[in-house]
């Protein structure tokens, strides 16, 4: 509901149907599908609707539920994965997430994987499309207050938000991550230092604040030559060893308590390309690696 194309509702059966948790499953972990949420029965607040933000009504049911949902996983003490779904599901995944992370008392950081910043609000964005405003409705931004109703609010500082790959910006959100100082690494960064130094930074950051890291995963973050099944294409995206590199070392560092796989639209997918790719990217977050290799305290370079 929060995108301009229609089709990512089928992205949790494709991720599904492409061997996500017989994966997860066979690098140890004890895997328990929820199944999908249905908003059916829910009632509509009374909060008057911004008049830039489409869909609005829909979109606040499965943000309340998904924030409820999601919290109520968090304290089974597993490691949420919430699969989409459009990217406005982050504003219910990543609210739950927060919130459970402020109650234990250890500041949580977003690593937005994304092609696009998602940094408008109703005043600035171009589309109305929600999907457009997840990443400043995380971080407090003004326009969206009544969308959780009683739901608590656990908004994040900017500081704490990390976007990472991001290549289409509109110039509105441009001036508000300007003024919020939000921390980019765009293309250009990743083509002139590599992920590795990049990703590394991150990760550093969030050890030195004794914190931890909610992955966002946008799939459109790929090239879309490699991922080619996303509404939202934009040329010029990370490479599939790129991609790689990052859940490697996101997996090595320790820090990953919670993840959103988003985006995916089968109906403009090659033959469930892009999900097998999404499904083998979460595979290398969660351990999977062709060869056993040192820990990171004491890995030395290869032999040449």
């Known amino acids: 509901m929060g995108a301009s194309q229609r089709g990512t509702l089928m992205g949790p059966a494709a991720l599904r149907t492409a061997g996500l948790s017989t994966l997860l499953e066979a690098l140890g972990f004890d ?3 929820y199944g999908d ?3 059916s029965g829910m009632a509509d607040l009374a909060d008057p609707p911004p008049e830039k933000a489409r869909h ?3 979109i606040q049911r499965w943000t309340r539920l998904l924030s409820v949902r999601g919290y109520e996983v968090a304290q089974t003490g597993a490691i949420p994965i919430f699969l989409g779904g459009d990217h406005s599901l982050s504003m219910g995944s990543a609210n739950a997430m927060s919130r459970y992370w402020q109650d234990a008392g250890r500041p949580m950081f977003v690593l937005w994987l994304d092609a696009h910043a998602d940094y408008n609000t109703p005043a600035t964005t171009i589309t109305a499309n929600m ?9 407090g931004e003004e326009g969206l207050n009544g969308l959780l109703g009683d739901e608590v609010r656990a908004s994040i500082d900017p500081d704490r938000l990390e976007l990472f790959g ?4 509109d110039k509105l ?3 508000l991550l300007r003024d919020r100082r939000v921390s980019i690494a765009d293309m250009r960064q990743i083509d002139e230092f590599g992920v590795g130094v990049l990703i590394r930074r991150v990760i550093e950051k969030v050890h030195a604040a004794n914190g931890v890291l909610h992955v966002s995963f946008d799939v459109d973050f790929l090239d879309p030559a490699v991922a080619p099944g996303v509404g939202t294409t934009v040329p010029g995206g990370a490479t599939y060893r790129e991609a790689h590199l990052i859940m490697e070392m996101l997996h090595d560092c320790g820090l990953v308590r919670s993840v959103d796989i988003v985006e995916l639209n089968p109906f403009l997918d090659e033959r469930g390309r892009t999900a097998r790719t999404a499904v083998e990217l979460i595979g290398s977050l969660f351990g999977q690696q062709i060869t056993d290799r040192p820990t990171p305290s004491n890995a030395i370079a290869p032999d040449s």
């Open 173 to 175: 959100e441009r001036d």
């Open 131 to 139: 999907h457009g405003m997840a990443a400043a409705f995380l971080c």
């Open 31 to 33: 895997v328990t599908d």
């Open 37 to 39: 949420l249905s908003v």
């Open 166 to 169: 991001t290549r289409s910006i």
């Open 56 to 58: 609005y009504r829909d």
